[in-house]
């Protein structure tokens, strides 16, 4: 059985493939060293699969209401209580596991690739376009991202796409900042000098060669920047900006039970456990990506 | 100390004086230009977003069955009908003028509510700041004096808590537990009911005010009700800066120096706070500055659990009810003072630290 593992961690791989093959095995092998980042991964994946399997894990239908079990403590038929409106906590907050990996999935998606675009771009070409794009970037990484994201959806109107465009709006800064210097660090290497000297074009050059290299540090950024993707979706939820009722949001479960906090507490709080264990999880699996994909950092964020 | 060496290089240093003072004019004048900038950035991108917004500002005026005369008419009073741009720089006229427009939900001048609500949110920002630094510090400083201890892994799992409890789930859970069970602290809003405003605001800070018309009764009560909001302010500080105050201190303890003054029998409680510690003051200035501005932010949350009459629920409140220049103006008050402060600790870094002069 050992002949694969050699394959994989061969020092002269034959092809491409195996080369990458081998890379992904080596920083697999590294953060499964770490425990805080094995944990991580667990509570990402049981996300996943929570979201995937929801009907299943459930043991209600997170909307059918049913006034005579209201506001019941967690018991072995609802084990995590019921609401004001008899709904069973446990499968809303299931169901919520939806909603939560589809916000952070689209900001990911959103933000992203176009703070790469924008700060490959600024890297690259320098001069005056790096000055505007820059320029721009630092204004908003100079401000308040949750009152921006607040004051974006106000505009755009409640509701749980307008905040997922906000929330993209105000996170693409960072991204771009951390391509730029991942670009300037290759700009000049003499890889880049021998794509341009075969004739590349600028946009092959990017495209194929600068990209990919950025695409190591991007992801570190986007995983520890999920903790943060959550809170400000949770708070737009809570406000009552994000997802609109009936959805099972955890941020605006939270906000319902604020009225019953009092005496039913487990109406507010079992959400509020559902976005720490998640945060924590991509808090965790963060930092242990950091440290193998990309030690220099260090601990600053 | 060091007499001799700072008189042996004074001429030096005269000569070199006025490159010196034209070089500091100079960063200082790129200073003000990014300032002034970045001021502009904050007011285009509330523009902007006041441009977006789907009501109509004219039919929010004039009702929806104005003749179209009238309608043309307040348009162009508005200088609707003037190209963006003018629009924008009469927008920015009228902020520096102090004009924020009027609020709906109020119908007072935005300024004014503005005025109002900031120094409750200031009153309860500098006191959670104040815990964060008093007890995050020490902890950074303990965690990285002793790492990998359980000291350490604790610190570690609080650090990275701040980063993943969201701040309206602590201001319930507190509440519910402290006030609700426990009956230590006091509940939502500023003071008692029946104390509410019987102190005359005079800087608005009731702590202040309150010392000052002597009255001890409801400075006990405000203290009682703040405490808290701002602790639950404080642990994010607190989470924030022990986590930074922890790797700046391993960056020092790993130093030569520190080497030498172990070896030389330096006691190690003078190692870690005179040696170590003393280098690392500048960069923490600036890490405190940013969780100060921070904490402005988080107190919008924190603020709405709390019936805390500061801005952050002034911003939500008018958020719900649509009530756009309330809500840009907050935007504005908000992401001026965190660019001001951010801008500040900058500053007093260079200043403070010798090598980045």
Redesign the interface.
């Known amino acids: 059985m050992t002949t694969f593992r050699d394959w994989l961690i061969d020092d002269s791989p034959a092809s491409p493939m195996q080369a990458r093959l081998g890379r992904f095995y080596r920083i697999f092998g590294a953060l499964m060293r770490n425990p805080l980042a094995v944990v991580g991964a667990v509570i990402i994946l049981v996300l996943v699969l929570t979201a995937l399997f929801a009907p299943w894990l459930a043991t209600h239908d997170p909307l059918r209401q049913s006034l005579g079990e209201r506001l019941l403590p967690p018991s072995v038929a609802h084990w995590m209580g019921t609401d004001e409106l008899g709904r069973d906590i446990w499968s809303r907050v299931v169901y919520g596991s939806r909603i939560t990996l589809a916000i952070v999935t689209l900001v990911a998606v959103l933000a992203a690739p176009a703070g790469l675009v924008i700060g490959v771009a600024a890297g690259y070409f320098g001069g005056w376009v790096d000055r505007i794009l820059m320029?721009?970037t630092?204004?908003?990484l100079?401000?308040?991202?949750?009152?921006?994201a607040?004051?974006?959806?106000?505009?755009?109107?409640p509701g749980i796409e307008n905040a997922i465009i906000a929330i993209a709006i105000t996170s693409w800064p960072g991204y771009a900042r951390v391509a730029r210097a991942e670009t300037l660090t290759f700009k000049n290497s003499e890889f880049i000098s021998a794509v341009r000297l075969l004739g590349a074009s600028s946009l092959r050059v990017n495209l194929g060669h600068v990209l990919p290299l950025c695409t190591s540090s991007m992801i570190v950024r986007v995983t520890l920047d999920m903790?943060?993707i959550i809170?400000t979706a949770?708070?737009l939820g809570?406000?009552?900006?994000g997802a609109q009722p009936p959805l099972p949001e955890w941020?605006a479960m939270?906000?319902r039970?604020?009225s019953f906090?009092?005496d039913q507490?487990w109406v507010?709080?079992m959400p509020?456990f559902a976005?720490?264990l998640v945060?924590?999880g991509f808090?965790?699996l963060g930092?242990g990506l950091r440290d193998v994909l990309d030690p220099k950092s260090?601990?600053?964020r | 100390m060091a007499n001799d060496s700072t008189t042996a290089a004074a001429p030096a240093r005269r000569a070199a004086r006025p490159s010196r003072n034209r070089q500091r004019l100079t960063s200082l004048a790129g200073f003000l230009i990014t300032l002034a900038?970045?001021f502009l950035?904050?007011l285009?991108?509330?523009f902007f977003?006041?441009r977006?917004?789907?009501i109509d500002p004219v039919l929010a005026v004039v009702g929806d069955r104005a003749p179209v005369a009238v309608y043309e008419r307040v348009r162009q009073e508005m200088g609707l009908d003037q190209p963006l741009i003018t629009q924008f720089v009469s927008y920015v006229g009228d902020v520096a003028t102090g004009n924020f427009g009027t609020s709906v939900s109020t119908g007072k001048p935005v300024i004014e509510d503005l005025a109002r609500v900031f120094p409750a949110t200031l009153e309860m920002a500098t006191l959670g700041i104040i815990l964060g630094v008093l007890i995050g510090v020490p902890l950074g400083v303990f965690a990285a004096a002793r790492r990998g201890s359980w000291l350490d892994q604790g610190i570690r799992v609080i650090g990275?808590?701040g980063?993943?409890?969201?701040?309206?789930?602590l201001g319930?859970?507190g509440?519910?537990i402290f006030y609700?069970r426990l009956n230590w602290v006091g509940g939502p809003g500023r003071v008692d009911i029946f104390y509410d405003g019987m102190v005359s605001p005079v800087t608005g800070l009731i702590l202040v005010d309150s010392i000052i018309a002597g009255e001890w009764e409801i400075f006990r009560n405000a203290v009682w009700h703040l405490i808290l909001p701002a602790s639950c302010l404080g642990f994010f500080s607190l989470a924030y800066i022990a986590?930074?105050t922890?790797?700046f201190m391993?960056d020092q303890l790993s130093q030569e120096y520190v080497t030498t003054a172990r070896v030389k029998g330096v006691p190690e409680r003078l190692v870690i706070w005179r040696h170590a510690f003393r280098p690392i003051r500048v960069p923490l200035i600036t890490v405190i500055g940013l969780s100060y501005?921070?904490l402005?932010?988080?107190s919008?949350?924190i603020e709405?659990?709390f019936s805390w009459p500061g801005i952050g629920n002034y911003?939500?409140v008018?958020?719900?009810n649509?009530d756009?220049a309330a809500?840009?103006g907050?935007?504005l008050v908000?992401?001026a003072v965190?660019?001001g402060i951010?801008k500040i600790s900058d500053v007093l870094y260079r200043v403070l630290d010798p090598r980045a002069r």
């Open positions: 320029g721009i630092d204004i908003f100079s401000l308040p991202k949750l009152i921006l607040l004051a974006f959806v106000a505009a755009l109107g903790a943060g809170l949770a708070g809570f406000i009552g900006l941020g939270i906000s039970g604020r906090i009092l507490w507010a709080t509020g976005i720490i945060s924590l808090c965790f930092d260090g601990e600053q | 900038v970045t950035g904050l285009a991108i509330t977003i006041g977006i917004v789907p990275l808590l980063y993943s409890v969201p701040a309206f789930w319930l859970v509440l519910a609700a986590r930074m922890r790797s391993l501005a921070g402005l932010e988080g919008v949350m709405t659990i911003l939500t008018a958020l719900l649509a756009m809500v840009l907050s935007t908000i992401g965190f660019i951010n």
